[in-house]
């Protein structure tokens, strides 16, 4: 999903250093050459194309649209 949606390298690098290689947020600085303020920065950008792609449902919402779905058939 992080290869696929994220266009911006430096997106999808933080977001890769960060839930696939699972490195801390002082590593993923580091390893960016990024301000902690930059790293997060850069992070609330990718989690918002990715909210653009893939939007959330919370899964209260998920069940009673289930529900709704059920009681209609």
């Not at 911006?8 to 839930?19: G, L, P, S, W």
């Not at 790293?39 to 289930?66: C, G, I, S, W």
Request: proline fraction near 3%.
């Amino acid at each position: 999903m992080i290869t696929n949606c994220l266009e911006d390298y430096n997106q999808r690098i933080v977001m890769e250093y960060r839930y696939v290689h699972l490195y801390k947020w002082e590593e993923v600085a580091e390893k960016t050459h990024y301000s902690w303020a930059g790293v997060f920065k850069v992070h609330d950008k990718a989690l918002k194309r990715l909210v653009e792609q893939y939007p959330f449902e919370p899964e209260q919402k998920r069940e009673e649209n289930q529900d709704a779905n059920i009681q209609t058939l």
